[in-house]
């Protein structure tokens, strides 16, 4: 066998620590253990289950475990943060959003909020605060939303993000390809 034939072992680049980020009524800080409970009895909600890609309904036994495992590993290609309120003596969990690395200097965001702070403008305070600590840097910010979810369009809109087309995605919960509409920012 040749050098040129043996395969080196390579290490996963490890990803710099993730920032707290403040807002006006809460703290965007990442993910931990100790968020299963909160994050399971909220993504079990079919509402937000339904309105996501990737959250089961029913959730299955382990699955937020998993999800808080892949958001802290240190290979890890998508940060999430938690909003928590409780330094104002608020929930410790009212939602999650998450920022996706891609090629090109670009990222793609995420996020869900429980139903009880749902038209309470959180999603909005996070995502702007997201938007302006732009932790990777990225050029360009993208984002889809489902087409029966208005609501959250309009949090994209209002933050900033220009409607660029339709597309569609699969729901787990749904098991079914939805209608998406796609957003996008452009940093610079």
């Known amino acids: 066998m040749s050098l040129d034939q043996l395969k080196m072992p390579t290490r996963p680049k490890p990803v710099v620590l993730q920032p707290e980020i403040p807002t006006e009524r809460f703290v965007l800080r990442p993910l931990r253990r100790s968020d299963a409970g909160l994050i399971s009895l909220y993504s079990s909600d079919e509402r937000v289950a339904r309105m996501t890609t990737s959250i089961p309904h029913p959730l299955p036994p382990g699955a937020t475990e998993a999800f808080i495992a892949r958001g802290t590993a240190e290979d ?15 929930p410790e969990v009212m939602g999650v959003i998450s920022l996706e690395r891609l090629e090109g200097n670009q990222s793609e965001i995420g996020y869900w909020v429980a139903p009880q702070y749902w038209n309470t403008g959180h ?55 939805v209608p998406t509409w796609t957003y996008l920012r452009r940093m610079a």
Do not use: H
């Open 76 to 90: 890890r290609a998508e940060d999430i943060w938690v909003l928590d309120a409780s330094a104002q003596e608020g």
């Open 123 to 177: 999603a909005s305070e996070a995502l702007r605060a997201l938007i302006e600590a732009n932790p990777f840097g990225s050029a360009t910010m993208f984002a889809s939303v489902f087409q029966d979810n208005p609501a959250s369009a309009r949090v994209l809109t209002n933050c900033g993000f220009e409607y660029i087309g339709d597309a569609e995605a699969f729901s787990v919960a749904r098991n079914a390809k």
